[in-house]
């Protein structure tokens, strides 16, 4: 009896090990993050990762990652990309690099998020998130449920943690519309005239949507169909909204989780009832007033960030009106993107 109860010990004693070290693990690669530099004294903004020691901390991530790659696979492989091939990560986004130490860079943000996903409060997370499923399958608005939201909605659980979220928006829509509502508008959008005012613009947008993506690389490929079958039928089901560039990429970014008839509907929620009327119309009315919002913000809590923007003659919706239509796609890293709906959450 004393031998059973010294090997449970043990166990939990050998675990808890486990757990450190693959905390001290995470908490290195991360460091190595903070190596990167941006140097653009002569120039062009050009990144840079400067790794104090020599080749001592490449080789210690490289040994990482080859132990990492026993449990899991799918992590980048250094010599392949060393040559000039492209890593693919799960959602398909291809990466590639032409500096050595941007590649080690790269590894070291894979392995963080590997050592994340192996730590006690991942797992954790992924048992609230399951329990709060079972508990509150409609997800109604709470302050749980938004905290959740912010700590991140697990990939495996984002096709269905939206699709919930969006229907609760649009389910009187999609009832008085039946079944087969977006299969009619699909039947519909190649001869519509209200397609043909939006054909050029979207046919142009499809492929800059997500290049580096194998899903949407060329115009054969699967996702580009997809999302041109999705816009187009949101054209005839809105003809007052039409396309506004920026659909594609909360179209493409649904694309990677749901199916092309959810896509639909969820941007339907989004342009229809998340955002008032003339967010995406052809004035921009909404986001332009937005853009008001921000630069008050930025006036009254960062100063001498205003300041400095108004020396340099820099208008800020240049650069932050496509971050708003697009809900942050391209401004934030993939990882973090939970769409608009923890916005509406009770505090």
């Known amino acids: ?174 009832e008085s519309k039946g079944p087969h509502y977006y299969n009619f508008l699909c039947s519909l959008a190649p001869d519509d005239e209200r397609v043909s005012h939006h054909k050029r613009q979207i046919a142009l947008d499809l492929l800059r949507t997500m290049p580096d993506n194998i899903r949407f690389a060329d115009s054969n490929a699967d996702g580009v169909r997809k999302m041109q079958e999705v816009l187009q039928a949101f054209c005839v089901h809105n003809p007052t909204l039409g396309y506004c560039q920026g659909m594609n990429f909360l179209v493409g970014m649904c694309l990677l989780f749901l199916e092309p008839e959810d896509a639909f509907w969820c941007l339907v929620a989004v342009t229809e009832r998340y955002f008032t009327a003339n967010y995406f ?24 960030l205003w300041q400095h923007f108004a020396q340099l003659d820099i208008e800020l919706c240049t650069v932050t009106l496509n971050w708003f239509l697009a809900i942050f796609f391209d401004c934030v890293p993939f990882e973090v993107r939970n769409f608009p709906f923890q916005a509406e959450f009770q505090e």
């Open 1 to 174: 009896m004393i031998r059973i109860i010294y090997a449970e010990y043990s166990q939990r004693q050998l675990r808890q090990l486990e757990s450190e070290l693959d905390q001290l693990k995470r908490d290195y690669v991360f460091l190595m993050q903070s190596s990167l530099r941006i140097n653009n004294s002569d120039g062009p903004e050009i990144m840079e990762v400067y790794l104090y020691g020599g080749n001592r901390h490449k080789e210690r991530v490289l040994q990482l990652l080859e132990e990492a790659r026993k449990i899991n696979p799918t992590l980048p492989v250094y010599e392949n990309m060393s040559r000039g091939l492209y890593h693919v990560d799960g959602l398909g986004f291809r990466r590639s690099f032409a500096e050595e130490s941007l590649i080690v860079h790269y590894i070291c943000r894979q392995l963080h998020q590997h050592y994340s996903a192996l730590g006690p409060q991942y797992e954790q997370h992924q048992q609230q998130w399951k329990k709060y499923l079972r508990q509150n399958p409609t997800l109604p608005p709470t302050k749980e449920l938004k905290n959740l939201v912010r700590k991140g909605i697990p990939i495996h659980l984002r096709s269905r943690v939206w699709a919930i979220l969006y229907r609760s928006r649009v389910n009187d829509i999609m």
């Open 281 to 304: 119309d052809q004035n921009l009315i909404g986001a332009q007033a937005d853009q008001e919002v921000l630069k008050d913000l930025l006036r009254e809590k960062m100063p001498l």
